[in-house]
């Protein structure tokens, strides 16, 4: 097919979600390389983000565009092999195997402390925000993340003493906070080595401990032959590493790791499908490794394990989150564009833009809090909101 028959089909196909190529409206396409559409064609999602990163095409409202797109349900309408080749990999190999398990904490989390200080909210967190609180809504991402943080503390019974595991603890905001509002004290495991150096530091002379490792080495029959149990377990935004050949096996560790009746809250982003990856260019830029679970397979996973005690969702809460987080990218860009380049710079605007769109729509993904407890919470599990 020829690039005017390919410029021409894409044409008609933006149109069905209201967007136009050269048009002036802010989420319209402007199209700098016509080798734009061969390019998709023939990669997908994989080629439209790549194209992105090397100036092939630019949007001002990129998250506009994306979630018209998204809307109009035009990925059905185009019929792109390479996703079936990623579907297929992801069946016949286990991409999240302990082998593999720092190779996230290298590519994403280790990329500079300097870009996520400047991108995230005053105390590192990065997951979403909590916005919708019932009484007192959050003003402002700081805000936000607090009270996540403090929704996260009162849907488990945190009491001063309680010892918690923290799996995925990120620069150990969410430990530090247990530890100086409730008292507790804390095990976080992180497999990035940026991480464990900001949250020593961040947690220091706190009853916290960061440990750089992964999750299958804090199975407690193993751990240091010791028997290492804990009162409540939290894993924030950490599930969307594991893949959906280990969930099993993480939640069997997490079960071992727990004393009876104590609560595990599980907070990540899920989708509406069960699939056994992810979009190609998210693993190939971002998230290598990553796929989103699904309420089947968390509801496999748990199965015999965990009474499952209460399901939250508050996924219209990361595009704000995600909004909050471009803009401060965006504005403090200036002061570290020196140690990456443009191309990163389109890359990072790419993948936050894109994200925000996915939540927009409400129509896949989702982000859950999801609590089980260990036998049962005895005489029933009181929700909180």
Known sequence: ??????????????????????GSR?????????????????????????????????????????AKIIEANLEK?????????????????????KNRAFEIGQKHYDIGNDLYERMLDEKMNYTCGYWSAPKNPAKNLDEAQVAKLDLVCRKIG?????????????WGNSAKYMAEKYGASVVGITVSQEQKKLGDKLC????????LQDYRDIDPSTLLGTSE???????????????????????EIACRSLKEGGIFLLHTIGGAYSVGGTDPW????????????????????????????????????????????????NNHWDEIKEKYDDRFYRMWRFYLLTCAASFRTRANNQLWQIVLSKGGVKGGYRTVR
């Not at 734009?36 to 994989?46: E, H, M, N």
């Open 26 to 66: 802010p989420w319209d396409i402007q199209v700098r390389n016509p080798r734009l559409y061969k390019r998709i064609l023939a990669s997908g999602s994989l080629g439209a983000g790549e194209a992105y990163m090397d100036g092939w095409w630019d949007c001002e409202a990129l998250d506009v565009m994306l």
């Open 1 to 22: 097919m020829s690039q005017k028959s390919l410029a021409k089909k894409a044409e008609e196909l933006l149109a069905l979600a209201d967007i136009q190529i050269g």
């Open 77 to 97: 309408k185009v019929k792109i092999k390479t996703f079936f080749w990623e579907a297929l990999k992801a069946k016949t190999f286990n991409f999240q195997s």
């Open 229 to 251: 149990r804990f009162d409540h377990i939290i894993s924030l935004g950490m599930f969307e590493h594991v893949g959906v050949k280990n969930y099993r096996e993480y939640m």
């Open 158 to 170: 945190l009491k001063k003493g309680d010892r918690v595991l923290d799996i995925g603890c990120g």
């Open 204 to 211: 220091a002379g706190l009853p916290v401990e960061i440990r």
């Open 282 to 329: 998210i693993a190939k830029y971002i998230f290598p490794n990553s796929m989103l679970p699904s309420v089947a397979q968390i509801g496999r996973s748990i199965e015999g394990l965990f009474t499952l005690e209460d399901w939250h969702n508050f996924g219209a809460d990361y595009d704000r989150t995600l909004m909050c987080w471009y803009e401060n990218f």
